[in-house]
């Protein structure tokens, strides 16, 4: 969800899709805009105007107040057979990059949508776009993840990885990227800026990381596995800080640990299932 003081966005991907605004006192809705069978990314915000890609694979730019199309983002290759459903796109100098499921990444300018950039990576891009001070970084469908010039496209470099990234690529307290590897042998992994790999950890239960996106927490990587375990991993260090069983008499063999969200002194923890745990210096509530 994307929040602003009065409002809350979001989007639905269930057979027929919208993005949503609701008003965030009352929870009425605001506007919802029909996108195709819906938005499998988060929704990105820049002064009045929201962004989002549709599963069909259209960077929409939405007016904020009233939901109106400003302008969208076709690929020029069919990519009706293939969904789009991680790729969401970065904004900044006054640019949108778009990482498509036809293998392209590419620079829209933010008022009109006009394309600045395109370049070829040759495989789907299935990770968010992350845009750094001097880059912008995508991972791929062939296991490679990419580095290129923000201002001209340009690949500076690409690198080989075990297995395809997933999600977010997500900045940690120490300057250096985060993100998950695979989906059944998975790996938290750490790259500097440059894609020099710093460390991997696995998780210590043996049952495969499952949430969506590293997240941050202080010093901290939170990372949930399909055995309901939430462990902090040391962002510089790769070692396992601190673990903490979410729910030591639930069955989690239909289960698993999916997203997290912080607020003041709680840490929320959410779960495939749809279940809701809050956690406060070391008390639980659900």
Same mark, same amino acid.
């Given at each position: 969800m994307l929040f602003t003081k009065d409002a809350v966005f979001v989007g639905t991907d269930d057979g027929e899709g919208h993005v949503y605004a609701f008003d965030l006192a009352t929870g009425k809705v605001r506007w919802k805009f029909r996108a195709d069978r819906g938005v499998g990314t988060d929704i990105v915000r820049h002064a009045s105007r929201l962004f989002a890609v549709s599963i069909e694979d259209r960077l929409l730019c939405l007016e904020l107040e009233?939901?109106?199309?400003?302008?969208?983002? %076709?690929?020029?290759?069919?990519?009706?057979? %293939?969904l789009s459903l991680g790729s969401t796109p970065a904004v900044g100098d006054g640019t949108v990059y778009f990482g498509s499921v036809t293998g @392209? /990444?590419? +620079?829209?300018d933010i008022e009109t949508g006009e394309t600045r950039w395109e370049t070829p990576l040759g495989s789907e891009v299935v990770t968010s776009v992350l845009l750094l001070e001097d880059a912008i970084l995508? !991972? @791929?469908?062939?296991? %490679?993840?990419? #580095?290129?010039? $923000?201002? @001209?496209?340009k690949l500076e470099r690409?690198?080989? &990885?075990?297995?395809k990234a997933r999600g977010h690529l997500v900045v940690t307290p120490v300057g250096s990227?985060?993100?998950f590897l695979g989906w059944e042998n998975d790996l938290l992994v750490s790259f500097d800026p440059s894609l020099n790999l710093q460390w991997s950890s696995s998780p210590p239960d043996?049952?495969?990381?499952? @949430? *969506? #996106?590293?997240? &941050? /927490? !202080? $010093?901290?990587?939170? *990372? !949930?596995?399909?055995? !309901?375990m939430i462990y902090a991993v040391d962002a510089a260090q790769g070692t396992v800080a601190w673990a903490h069983d979410v729910d030591p008499e639930r069955d989690w063999s239909e289960d698993a640990v999916r997203v997290f969200g912080a607020h003041d002194a709680t840490l929320f923890v959410g779960t495939i299932s749809g279940t809701?745990? +809050?956690? #406060?210096m070391g008390e639980r509530t659900e």
């Amino acid at each position: 969800m994307l929040f602003t003081k009065d409002a809350v966005f979001v989007g639905t991907d269930d057979g027929e899709g919208h993005v949503y605004a609701f008003d965030l006192a009352t929870g009425k809705v605001r506007w919802k805009f029909r996108a195709d069978r819906g938005v499998g990314t988060d929704i990105v915000r820049h002064a009045s105007r929201l962004f989002a890609v549709s599963i069909e694979d259209r960077l929409l730019c939405l007016e904020l107040e009233t939901g109106l199309l400003l302008w969208e983002k %076709r690929a020029e290759a069919d990519a009706s057979e %293939r969904l789009s459903l991680g790729s969401t796109p970065a904004v900044g100098d006054g640019t949108v990059y778009f990482g498509s499921v036809t293998g @392209t /990444l590419s +620079a829209q300018d933010i008022e009109t949508g006009e394309t600045r950039w395109e370049t070829p990576l040759g495989s789907e891009v299935v990770t968010s776009v992350l845009l750094l001070e001097d880059a912008i970084l995508a !991972g @791929t469908e062939d296991a %490679r993840i990419h #580095r290129a010039d $923000p201002a @001209t496209g340009k690949l500076e470099r690409s690198i080989d &990885v075990p297995e395809k990234a997933r999600g977010h690529l997500v900045v940690t307290p120490v300057g250096s990227i985060a993100a998950f590897l695979g989906w059944e042998n998975d790996l938290l992994v750490s790259f500097d800026p440059s894609l020099n790999l710093q460390w991997s950890s696995s998780p210590p239960d043996g049952s495969g990381w499952s @949430t *969506a #996106r590293p997240f &941050v /927490l !202080g $010093p901290w990587i939170l *990372a !949930g596995t399909r055995a !309901g375990m939430i462990y902090a991993v040391d962002a510089a260090q790769g070692t396992v800080a601190w673990a903490h069983d979410v729910d030591p008499e639930r069955d989690w063999s239909e289960d698993a640990v999916r997203v997290f969200g912080a607020h003041d002194a709680t840490l929320f923890v959410g779960t495939i299932s749809g279940t809701l745990y +809050a956690f #406060r210096m070391g008390e639980r509530t659900e």
